[in-house]
């Protein structure tokens, strides 16, 4: 059986991809920090073949040893600090770890793989936050960077440092510049999410309105679950690669909020949205819309969810998980 090492395993892609690979018949080795994650409960209710192993994406030592003891085929480096917002409030940690963490991790494949004939593949999760203030549009493989954030200059260094083992020691390092990807598993703190549940409580009772930053910014949304499946496709190239992955739609937050009340049943909503200027970052991302013809031809991927589809699947996951806990209150 192929062995795969997932980090970031608590996180949206990280439980996806453990679902699809241990569906591929592949033992799957998930890497937490610290074995009191209260995280690890649901990783074992949902993917109970999943093994947890402990290291920290900024400690070398703990990543050779974690390397060396699960001997894989494949690492998935998902790991980082991924929220935007947060990354200018640490921007040194969100340095350290969305960006040296790579380095690190490449480090622990080159040390244990060897120089010579190393077989470790390696995923780097790159992202579509390195475009930044967009130099073209639709952004693809060779559109040049300008990220806007300290996160988008932690994925940049990312990203070129896999292209530079690659390049240097032969390593099959490929690097996805993913675009945004939602689902019912996308954290509180994220636009979509944060919209679908605050929509599902204003539905049920629980709550008046919804309070937002910058409404005017779009975004290229697809479904996390598609996704990785392109994650998977990359490393199985012969040769490794850069691919964009995208759906070549875009959306604004007012965009989302329509469908997100749509699909709620609620047809009048400005008056629930507020806005409040704590919600904005000192640099934003106004636009971002992907050309994912590359993934589309070399890999056969194509995303399978579309936005109103997406939505609706977040908003109707959000009713039933919010009617439940109301229950349990009552
Ligand atoms: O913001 C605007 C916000 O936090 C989307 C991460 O997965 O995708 C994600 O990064 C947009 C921004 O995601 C609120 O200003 C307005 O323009 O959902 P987000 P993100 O920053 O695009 C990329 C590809 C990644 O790699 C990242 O790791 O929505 N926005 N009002 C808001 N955003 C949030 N979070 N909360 C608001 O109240």
Known sequence: MPR???TG?????????????????YDVYGMVRGQNNPKIHILQDETPELEIVEGDLQDLSSLIGVVEQVQPDEVYNLGAISFVALSFRQPELTADITGVGVLRMLEAIRVVGGTQDNRI???????????????????NEMTPFHPRSP??????????????????????ASSGILFNHEGFRRGLEFVTRKVTNAVARIKLGLQDTLTLGNLEASRDWGYAGDYVEAMWRMVQQDEPGDYVV????????????????QAAGI???QALVQTDPRFTRPA???????DASK????????????????????????????ARKARQVQ
């Open 284 to 290: 934003e991302v106004d636009l971002l819309i992907g």
């Open 295 to 322: 993934a589309r031809e070399v890999l056969g991927w194509q995303p399978t969810v579309d936005f109103p589809t997406l939505i609706k699947m977040m908003v109707d996951h959000d009713l039933e998980v919010e």
């Open 246 to 261: 995208a759906t070549g739609e875009t959306h604004t937050i007012r965009d989302l909020l329509e469908a997100a009340f």
């Open 121 to 139: 593949r390696f995923y780097q999760a790159s992202s579509s936050e390195m475009f930044g203030k967009v130099r073209e549009t639709p952004q």
């Open 9 to 25: 395993i608590t996180g949206q892609d990280g439980r996806h991809l453990a679902q699809l690979l241990v569906g591929k018949g």
């Open 267 to 269: 047809d009048d909503w």
């Open 151 to 172: 996160y988008g200059t932690a994925k940049v260094f990312g990203h070129y440092t896999t292209l530079n083992y690659r390049e240097s020691y032969g390593l099959h």
């Open 4 to 6: 795969a090492l997932i």
